[in-house]
């Protein structure tokens, strides 16, 4: 899915560890979030920034860390993992301008992390 | 927060026939996409929607905005062992502080018998 580019593709952590999830794209999308995808609840919002300095909560925020320090890069931390945050995570980004909110979204390939 | 009901689930179905699957809202929605998840990957764009009646065609894919702004179906025409993957609606509020954001329903899986 070339231009949202997510690392790494896998990653077994242990309980309590922390981890940072990369996510760039090179489209210069304002609009980037993160969603988690877990067998049968579909996908759900963890974080989303609007641009650049800016971030917020989605549906399901807790146990994660974002930061936008510039438009390219929009990197999910999580601080002390725990068994249930074991899931695919999936980053993607959008222009983001009010006037183009309903642009759709495009989705990188995902991460595929386990919390044992 | 908002939710979407997506049904069927699951489907299997034999290659060459239609297959149809819909979204329903309990609050309007001003756009409605549908996504194509193939495993290992994440999910694709196949259709996007923007008007209330919309009716948009991608190959033999044809996708609609229902009038009420609340529901929206999937159709496949003729389908062939590729269509296999999951099926995701996903529609954006029409107003308010949540209308940046994009509610996802459950997913359709669909499954081809060749």
């Known amino acids: 899915n070339a231009g949202v580019t997510q690392t790494p593709k896998f990653q077994v952590l242990k309980t309590g560890q922390s981890m940072t999830l990369q996510c760039a794209q090179d489209m210069n999308h304002e609009y980037m979030s993160w969603y988690r995808q877990d067998p049968g609840m579909g996908l759900r919002l963890i974080h989303y920034?609007?641009?650049?300095?800016?971030?917020d909560q989605g549906e399901v925020p807790n146990g994660y860390n974002v930061s936008r320090s510039t438009t390219e890069d929009f990197p999910l931390r999580l601080l002390s993992a725990a068994p249930s945050q074991t899931s695919v995570y999936f980053c993607?980004?959008?222009?983001?301008?009010?006037?183009?909110?309903?642009?759709?979204?495009?989705f990188g390939d995902g991460t595929r992390l386990s919390i044992l | 927060g908002q939710q979407l009901n997506q049904s069927p689930q699951s489907m299997f179905i034999q290659e060459g026939e239609d297959v149809s699957m819909n979204c329903t809202s309990s609050s309007i929605f001003n756009t409605w996409l549908w996504y194509k998840q193939d495993p290992g990957e994440g999910p694709v764009l196949l259709i996007a929607l923007y008007k209330a009646g919309e009716l948009t065609s991608n190959g033999r894919l044809t996708a609609q905005f229902g009038i009420t702004r609340k529901d929206s179906f999937l159709n496949i025409s003729a389908s062939i062992p590729s269509d296999v993957g999951i099926y995701f609606c996903?529609?954006?509020?029409?107003?308010?502080?949540?209308?940046?954001?994009?509610?996802f329903g459950k997913g359709t899986k669909l499954s081809v018998i060749p």
């Open positions: 993607a980004s959008r222009v983001g301008t009010v006037r183009l909110k309903n642009q759709p979204q495009h």
């Open positions: 996903a529609g954006r509020p029409y107003s308010g502080a949540g209308s940046y954001q994009l509610t």
């Open positions: 920034s609007v641009g650049a300095g800016i971030t």
